[in-house]
């Protein structure tokens, strides 16, 4: 998590897909954009997409790095702001294929151990997970 939040090559400053011009392009180059430029460019294809499809027009991906108050303001912002329940749980992707082999391997479908260890050892090994690049989100 540490790379994540205070990495030399995290994101620092909202990125666009443009065009040669500078104008949005969905299928442009990303170029580095002011904060004002990204929540206006937001604005714009939000209320273009709620006009054209209504509340079901807009979604959140969640991420799997959410804060419990950043998940919170997430559901409020679509089902109260928005009208919408298109909100969508990284653990839906990530987690649900992962039952399966916890399931098979452990008889459980979460993961084995307790958190009380964690306090208790000196070392803990972890393979296949590489936070800051699988859950980049």
């Known amino acids: 998590l540490w790379k994540i939040m205070y990495g030399a090559d995290r994101l620092k400053q909202p990125l666009l897909r443009v065009d040669s011009n500078g104008n949005f392009d969905k299928n442009g180059k990303f170029a580095p954009v002011s904060w004002k430029r990204a ?5 714009v294809h939000i209320k273009k997409a709620l006009k054209a499809s209504g509340p079901e027009g807009v979604g959140v991906f969640a991420s799997g790095q959410y804060t419990i108050m950043e998940g919170y303001a997430a559901q409020k912002m679509m089902k109260a702001g928005f009208r919408s329940n298109a909100i969508d749980p990284n653990a839906r992707h990530c987690m649900a294929s992962a039952v ?3 399931y098979q391997t452990f008889g459980i479908d979460g993961p084995s151990g307790c ?3 964690i ?4 070392t803990i090994v972890s393979w296949g997970s590489n ?6 989100i």
């Open 39 to 43: 929540f206006d460019e937001m604005e």
């Open 100 to 102: 399966v082999g916890f």
């Open 119 to 122: 306090e208790l050892t000196d």
């Open 115 to 117: 958190y009380d260890d």
């Open 131 to 136: 936070m800051a690049e699988m859950h980049p």
